[in-house]
């Protein structure tokens, strides 16, 4: 069974940081096109950071560019989401997703970003 584990979220004052963490088992991410969505209250979910499975390269949302890192450690099946500089308007609900023929999603980690 493949499983993607996010965790991480939490309360953080405007202006903080966090780290999201997806343990995955089952699958490997360099094998995956990997992305972190987000869906705030009320909206639909969005995808704001990505990594191409063909060459590793990265895609950032403009309203996360210069402030969030999208990375992976393949060896030990992790994938991360560096967040710095965070904003109220960060508050979401924040989800990985590894996709090649299949989508997988992990469960959501909720982040809270007080003013």
């Known amino acids: 069974d493949v499983q993607l584990q996010a965790s991480g979220g939490g309360l953080v004052q405007d202006g903080g940081s966090l780290r999201l963490s997806c343990a995955a088992s089952?699958?490997?991410?360099?094998?995956?096109?990997i992305t972190w969505f987000r869906q705030a209250p009320g909206k639909e979910r969005e995808g704001i950071s990505c990594?191409?499975?063909?060459?590793?390269?990265?895609y950032y949302a403009d309203s996360v560019k210069g402030r969030f890192t999208i990375s992976r450690d393949n060896a030990k099946g992790m994938l991360y989401l560096q967040m710095n500089s965070l904003q109220p308007e960060d508050t979401a609900v924040y989800y990985c997703?590894?996709?090649?023929?299949?989508?997988?999603w992990g469960q959501g980690t909720l982040v809270t970003v007080s003013s």
């Open positions: 990594i191409s499975h063909s060459d590793g390269s990265t």
């Open positions: 997703n590894a996709k090649r023929l299949y989508d997988y």
């Open positions: 089952g699958i490997t991410y360099a094998d995956y096109h």
